[in-house]
């Protein structure tokens, strides 16, 4: 294992350097530096001052805007009770796990009233059980379906980084969420652009040598219900039962769960830290 640790720091400080910080440019890179310098070594970076001239910067922090140009608008909306969505939380009493991959409660309603629950869906009672957290978060490019309505508020590719990659996107997706909105650790098998337009976003990244760290385990799927009712959140098992495969560290444990979270998990919690990184309005994270 010594030998594997120390095969794996090496590669680390050799695409990612020792900095611990992800690369900052102050202004879109050529295609031909993006490619040599970035995407031919899988190396992340952050670039300032990537898209300040799209009109989306100003309007889509206009709650009035969004709501009069997608007022007809039907969209996928993700409910939790707590911002985690397709993520590990205690599993129902009826698993003989402790823990379960939980899929959000989806509803199709139109953009303004989910405009609205996302607003709203901070100001209750953080430990109160009828309290729902929502978010956008529907991916397979829907955001050239349910938001094409924006369409001529944004490029429609980062002209930069298609030359440097060879190809247009493949998915467009829009995420809107707020300060309860969390992404827990996964792996994607495809390049990223991701572009803040309100906001600010924060990321924890790993490099792919560091897959043993994250001691992916299969858990058994479940998926939140909706009372019309009580309009609560239910968890339940999936039914036929299956499993996913799914990183087991919680990168933020609370002070009660610290040591055993570090005892169970020391790869991770002993080892290099995650690339921090914030991506604020007018910046893109290549990743």
Same mark, same amino acid.
């Given at each position: 294992m010594?030998?594997v640790?120390? &095969?794996?720091?090496?590669? $680390?400080?050799l695409?990612l350097?020792?900095?611990?910080?992800?690369?900052?440019?102050?202004?879109?890179?050529t295609?031909?530096?993006? /490619?040599r310098?970035?995407?031919?070594?899988?190396k992340?970076?952050?670039?300032?001052?990537?898209?300040?001239?799209?009109? +989306? /910067?100003?309007?889509?922090?206009d709650?009035d805007?969004l709501?009069?140009?997608l007022?007809?608008?039907?969209?996928? /909306?993700?409910?939790?009770? *707590?911002?985690?969505?397709?993520?590990?939380?205690?599993?129902?009493?009826?698993?003989?796990?402790?823990?379960c991959?939980?899929?959000?409660?989806? $509803?199709?309603l &139109?953009?303004p009233?989910?405009?609205r629950?996302?607003?709203?869906?901070?100001d209750?009672?953080? %430990?109160?059980s009828s309290?729902?957290?929502?978010?956008?978060?529907?991916? %397979?490019?829907?955001?050239?379906?349910e938001?094409?309505a924006?369409?001529?508020?944004?490029?429609?590719?980062?002209p930069?980084a298609?030359? +440097?990659?060879?190809c247009?996107p493949?998915?467009?997706n829009l995420?809107?969420? %707020?300060?309860?909105?969390?992404?827990?650790f996964?792996?994607?098998h495809?390049?990223?652009?991701? +572009?803040?337009?309100?906001?600010?976003?924060?990321?924890l990244?790993?490099?792919?040598t560091?897959?043993? $760290?994250?001691?992916?385990?299969q858990?058994p799927? +479940?998926?939140?219900?909706?009372?019309?009712?009580?309009?609560e959140?239910?968890?339940? /098992?999936?039914?036929?039962?299956?499993?996913?495969?799914?990183c087991s560290?919680?990168?933020?444990?609370?002070?009660?769960?610290?040591?055993?979270?570090?005892?169970q998990?020391?790869?991770?919690y %002993?080892?290099?830290?995650?690339?921090?990184?914030?991506v *604020?309005?007018?910046?893109?994270?290549?990743?």
């Amino acid at each position: 294992m010594k030998e594997v640790e120390t &095969l794996c720091e090496e590669v $680390r400080e050799l695409s990612l350097g020792k900095s611990g910080r992800v690369e900052r440019l102050e202004s879109p890179p050529t295609p031909l530096r993006f /490619l040599r310098e970035f995407v031919s070594s899988n190396k992340p970076c952050l670039i300032s001052n990537a898209t300040l001239h799209w009109p +989306a /910067l100003s309007s889509w922090c206009d709650d009035d805007y969004l709501t009069r140009a997608l007022s007809n608008h039907v969209v996928s /909306l993700h409910l939790t009770p *707590n911002g985690r969505a397709d993520a590990l939380i205690p599993a129902p009493p009826a698993s003989s796990s402790s823990l379960c991959f939980a899929s959000p409660y989806v $509803r199709r309603l &139109l953009f303004p009233e989910a405009l609205r629950l996302i607003l709203s869906c901070g100001d209750g009672d953080e %430990n109160s059980s009828s309290r729902t957290v929502a978010y956008t978060q529907q991916q %397979n490019d829907r955001f050239r379906s349910e938001y094409s309505a924006l369409a001529a508020d944004c490029e429609s590719h980062i002209p930069w980084a298609s030359k +440097a990659l060879g190809c247009l996107p493949e998915a467009v997706n829009l995420w809107i969420g %707020n300060h309860l909105s969390e992404t827990s650790f996964h792996k994607d098998h495809y390049e990223n652009l991701y +572009a803040v337009v309100c906001g600010e976003k924060h990321f924890l990244l790993l490099p792919p040598t560091d897959l043993h $760290r994250m001691y992916i385990r299969q858990y058994p799927a +479940a998926h939140y219900t909706f009372s019309q009712d009580t309009g609560e959140l239910k968890l339940e /098992l999936d039914n036929p039962a299956r499993y996913v495969p799914w990183c087991s560290v919680d990168p933020y444990p609370t002070p009660d769960t610290k040591d055993a979270e570090t005892s169970q998990f020391p790869l991770y919690y %002993n080892g290099p830290k995650p690339f921090e990184c914030t991506v *604020n309005a007018g910046e893109i994270l290549y990743l």
